[in-house]
């Protein structure tokens, strides 16, 4: 066996999710939905179990599938969502997750670089780290259009943290942590050395390993304990 197989691999590069995993948002994401059907005219109890069933995914995805495929329409919802959203932001109905900005701090002190991501608009994700104020808090944040267009369930955000950072040079050494089934799946297809579910979200243990999570945590509390256990 080769010197580099036999070396033991880091996971020095942590891809977080924000609303759900880092970031409580009290239910936000359908209150601004709501907000967004009702402002075109649309009944929101008809569409509410798909946006539910596919929380993590890129928004405008979300609703070119509602409006079926017709793209002026998902833009005009997608644009009306992210307003409805930067409004409750705004009026400060968001918080950290406890343990959340601790963990990432860990996470740094063990000289990991972390990455965080999202399925909202630059312009919603900049509110939301502007309303925590954690604009520094990470190097580098990506939403889908840093990643050319593509969000979750594809591995495209994670990938583009891979490229961006130059922080590890395989993607078994990639961590990928999220609330979501399409977060899991994001970092599956990524080819993640750890893809950890947390339960401070939209979905169930049973989802998350569905979707291909290796580990299932109460919360990213306890990230940084398990990627040094998996170091060690």
């Known amino acids: 066996m080769s010197t580099l197989n036999n070396h033991k691999r880091k996971h020095d590069l942590v891809v977080l999710d924000m609303a759900g995993t ?13 907000a967004a059907a009702e402002r075109l005219g649309e009944d929101p109890a008809t569409m509410i179990d798909y946006v539910r ?9 979300v609703f070119r599938h509602l409006f079926g495929g017709d793209e002026g329409r998902a833009q005009e919802a997608n644009l009306a969502f992210e307003a409805a959203y930067g409004d409750l932001v705004s009026g400060g109905r968001i918080a950290p997750v406890p343990g959340a ?3 990432i701090a860990a996470l740094k002190a063990q000289g990991r670089r972390v990455v965080l991501t999202t399925g909202f608009a630059r312009v919603t994700q900049d509110a939301i780290l502007d309303a925590l104020g954690w604009q520094d808090l990470v190097e580098l944040t990506l939403c889908p259009a840093d990643a050319g267009g593509r969000g979750r ?14 922080a590890v040079d395989d993607v078994r050494q990639l961590v990928v942590a999220g609330d979501t089934s399409y977060d ?9 050395g750890i893809v950890a579910g947390v339960l401070t979200g939209a979905h169930d243990e ?7 999570a290796t580990h299932v945590l109460a919360s990213v509390a306890g990230l940084p304990a398990l990627i040094g256990e998996s170091d060690a």
């Not at 880092?22 to 709501?34: I, N, P, R, S, Y």
């Not at 596919?54 to 405008?60: A, D």
């Not at 495209?156 to 950072?165: Q, S």
């Open 22 to 34: 880092t970031v409580a948002d009290g239910g936000l994401v359908e209150q601004a939905f709501t």
């Open 53 to 61: 069933a596919t929380m993590g995914e890129s928004k405008i995805s």
């Open 101 to 103: 900005a601790e963990a």
């Open 153 to 166: 369930p594809y591995p495209d955000m994670v990938l583009a943290a891979f490229l961006r950072t130059g």
């Open 184 to 192: 899991m799946l994001s970092g599956v297809r990524a080819g993640a």
């Open 206 to 212: 049973t989802a998350l390993r569905e979707h291909g």
